[in-house]
T-cell receptor, first 108, second 114 residues
């Protein structure tokens, strides 16, 4: 399985964009990049996913490099409610393998 | 839709007792997953079902753990006998397509075994 590397933590100011990096240098050509987040004491929540094109939805944008070895999740206008652990996952078949993720703290 | 429903939300039991966790997936979803989350090991997949049939139980820690899905709207995860090291948050998730990583998680059951 392709593994991912994320910074353990980062801070962000409320109202600013939060850019969350992820390295997945061993990703295979048919593997998708998925992002989830887990707000304290809740179940993980799906955010967005992509294969090689950049993607955007109502929650976030996903930028995947051309060589697919890394990606960035962008929360365009972070709010206090975006404080959570964010997981970058390379989806292999049915399995979501959650690593340690990045703990994002949005500060007022 | 109410989303994935899990019960109970909290369970405290003594070592050696049987524990049964319950899950109702989102209607129409044909894949159901059981995960366990601990501080030490993070979030781990235990088992998943497709159309009520267990497909992969390689993540089930040992024979004390068993899972069933008698119909499309109900699944159980049973631990018998329970041990203190089973203390964790257990999540159930469902999805509508096997190749989709878009899984919807329930609120979890926090299990404490004393």
């Amino acid at each position: 399985d392709a593994k991912t590397t994320q910074p353990p933590s980062m801070d962000c100011a409320e109202g600013r964009a939060a850019n969350l990096p992820c390295n997945h240098s061993t990703i295979s050509g048919n593997e998708y990049v998925y992002w989830y987040r887990q707000i304290h004491s809740q179940g993980p929540q799906y955010i967005i996913h992509g294969l090689k094109n950049n993607e955007t939805n109502e929650m976030a944008s996903l930028i995947i490099t051309e060589d697919r070895k890394s990606s960035t999740l962008i929360l365009p206008h972070a709010t206090l409610r975006d404080t959570a652990v964010y997981y970058c996952i390379v989806f292999n078949d049915y399995k979501l393998s959650f690593g340690a993720g990045t703990t994002v703290t949005v500060r007022a | 839709d109410a989303g994935v429903i899990q019960s109970p939300r909290h369970e405290v039991t003594e070592m050696g007792q049987e524990v049964t966790l319950r899950c109702k997936p989102i209607s129409g979803h044909d894949y159901l997953f059981w995960y366990r989350q601990t501080m030490m090991r993070g979030l781990e997949l235990l088992i998943y079902f497709n159309n009520n049939v267990p497909i992969d139980d390689s993540g089930m820690p040992e024979d004390r753990f068993s899972a069933k899905m008698p119909n499309a709207s109900f699944s159980t995860l049973k631990i018998q006998p329970s041990e203190p090291r089973d203390s964790a948050v257990y999540f159930c998730a469902s999805s509508s397509r096997r190749t989709s990583g878009e899984q919807y998680f329930g609120p979890g059951t926090r299990l404490t075994v004393t």
